[in-house]
T-cell receptor, first 118, second 116 residues
Framework: GAVVSQHPSRVICKSGTSVKIECRSL??????MFWYRQFPKKSLMLMAT?????????EQGVEKDKFLINHASLTLSTLTVTSAHPEDSSFYIC??????????????FGSGTQLSVL | AQTVTQSQPEMSVQEAETVTLSCTYD???????LFWYKQPPSRQMILVIR??????QNATENRFSVNFQKAAKSFSLKISDSQLGDAAMYFC?????????????FGSGTRLLVRP
C-alpha cells in the first residue's frame, strides 16, 4: 500500500534553533499535504494545508512565520519550526492525499515527529 | 463550523468481548464523510472505517462496524471479538464532501484498553 515517510521521528534541539521535518509520499503523488500538531493525550489539530507549487493555507491561530511550510514537489512537503521554543515541543504529523484512479482518493499519514525543545 | 465530539475519554473491554465507542458531530452540511482512525502506541494513524453520509447502509470492515444515525448526528464504532492489538486511541473524524482539500476535523479521542 501507499506509504508516507516522515523524518526525523524524534528531534531534540536547543531553544532558538530551527528544525526541519520532511514528509514524503513514497509511491504516489500527493496533490495535497496536511500538517497536524498533537499534544499529549490530545487530538490532532490541523496547522496548515499545502498544495504543490503554491503557498500553504494556515489555520487560524497558527503563526506563518513560525511554522514555514514548503511543498516543492508532488512527493515532498517540509515543515520548518523557526526559532523553536519549549512551547513548540509537540508531536507533529503529516498526511498526504493521493488519487488512485478517477474517483478513488485516499489519505495516508506519516509516523510523526516528536519535537522536544530544551 | 463543524465539530466532532467523543464523550468517552477511556473505555475498557475484556478480550473477545464487544465494545462500542461513541461519536457525535455537528454540521449543517448534508453530504460528508465520517471516519474512525486508530492510533496505536506507535502513533501511526490507521484508517479503521469510513462512512459516506449519503449511504444509509452502515459500513463494516471485518470486526469493525459503525452505527450511523444521520438525523441524530451520531456515528458509533463497534468492535467485536476484541483483541489485544485493538488497544489504542480511537479518533472519530469528519470531512465535508465538497471540500476539495480533504480537510479532516478530529474528535478528542477515546483510549481503548483491552483486558486479557
Amino acid at each position: 500500500g501507499a506509504v508516507v515517510s516522515q523524518h526525523p521521528s524524534r528531534v531534540i534541539c536547543k531553544s532558538g534553533t530551527s528544525v526541519k521535518i520532511e514528509c514524503r509520499s513514497l509511491d504516489f503523488q500527493a496533490t495535497t499535504m496536511f500538517w497536524y500538531r498533537q499534544f499529549p493525550k490530545k487530538s490532532l489539530m490541523l496547522m496548515a494545508t499545502s498544495n504543490e507549487g503554491s503557498k500553504a493555507t494556515y489555520e487560524q491561530g497558527v503563526e506563518k512565520d513560525k511554522f514555514l511550510i514548503n511543498h516543492a514537489s508532488l512527493t515532498l512537503s517540509t515543515l520548518t519550526v523557526t526559532s523553536a521554543h519549549p512551547e513548540d515541543s509537540s508531536f507533529y504529523i503529516c498526511s498526504a492525499r493521493g488519487m488512485f484512479g478517477t474517483r478513488d482518493e485516499k489519505l495516508f499519514f506519516g509516523s510523526g515527529t516528536q519535537l522536544s525543545v530544551l | 463550523a463543524q465539530t466532532v465530539t467523543q464523550s468517552q475519554p477511556e473505555m475498557s473491554v475484556q478480550e473477545a468481548e464487544t465494545v462500542t465507542l461513541s461519536c457525535t458531530y455537528d454540521t449543517s452540511e448534508s453530504d460528508y464523510y465520517l471516519f474512525w482512525y486508530k492510533q496505536p502506541p506507535s502513533r501511526q494513524m490507521i484508517l479503521v472505517i469510513r462512512q459516506e453520509a449519503y449511504k444509509q447502509q452502515n459500513a463494516t470492515e471485518n470486526r469493525f462496524s459503525v452505527n450511523f444515525q444521520k438525523a441524530a448526528k451520531s456515528f458509533s464504532l463497534k468492535i467485536s471479538d476484541s483483541q489485544l492489538g485493538d488497544a489504542a486511541m480511537y479518533f472519530c473524524a469528519y470531512r465535508r464532501l465538497r471540500d476539495s482539500s480533504y480537510k479532516l476535523i478530529f474528535g478528542s479521542g477515546t483510549r481503548l484498553l483491552v483486558r486479557p
